[in-house]
């Protein structure tokens, strides 16, 4: 006999932790985005590194490792990602557009990588020109088999170091407000938010950025 009590209230328990890490509500709008609705709520944040210099973050790892820069000789190194092909087909686009990529590696292999970009902040949603003291910082990605290692704020600790003596003092970042994991990083490391965003796309006809609130 189907237990239909027991299964009701593992829904239930399911759908309010799907819920509460805001994953129902991005998929709400994925939807409407398939039908060419786009809705996009999301902060921009500054970042430095005062907050992650004084916890002195290191990467728990066992072997020996060094931070190298992203170039198309070494980026066959990476291990551990999904879909490498198009990872691959992305670096090849972003350098194109200018950008520079930071990555850590251990035992001959890439395990987690960053990239930056001084010429624009140039997001899906947001795009504006850097000033000489500014930079734009973005998709840190983790190997699979290496999260939970500190090793995507050690790697931001280091980026920052260099962006820093570079003159480049003022770091921003953008993260949608229902990617729960990344807003929890954000708060981790004492990101300041800047400004609330809603990014409207009607049918590829309209869109407009809506400021909602400076922080």
């Not at 960053?114 to 840190?140: H, I, M, P, T, V």
């Amino acid at each position: 006999m189907v237990d239909f009590k027991n299964k009701y209230i593992n829904f239930k328990i399911k759908a309010l932790y799907i819920w509460s890490h805001g994953l129902m509500r991005a998929a709400l709008l994925g939807r409407l985005s398939r039908l060419g609705i786009t809705i996009v709520p999301y902060y921009i944040f500054e970042e430095s590194n005062d907050f992650l210099i004084t916890t002195n973050i290191k990467p728990i790892l066992d072997k020996p490792y060094e931070t190298i820069f992203l170039d198309r000789n070494n980026v066959g190194l990476l291990e551990g990602f999904d879909n490498p092909f198009e990872t691959l087909a992305s670096f090849s686009r972003l350098w194109n557009a200018g950008c520079s990529g930071i990555g850590l590696k251990s035992e001959g292999s890439i395990i987690a990588y960053g990239w930056f970009d001084l010429l624009r902040c140039n997001n899906k949603c947001l795009s504006f020109e850097l000033q000489g003291d500014e930079a734009y910082a973005f998709n840190f990605q983790t190997a699979r088999h290496m999260r939970g290692r500190n090793i995507a704020p050690f790697l931001r600790t280091i980026l920052y170091d260099h962006l820093q003596i570079m003159g480049r003092k003022r770091i921003y970042s953008i993260n949608e407000k229902f990617n729960t994991p990344a807003m929890i990083f954000k708060e981790k490391i004492k990101a300041k938010p800047l400004c609330y965003y809603v990014y409207v796309n009607l049918f590829n006809r309209f869109s407009k950025n809506f400021k909602n609130k400076i922080m």
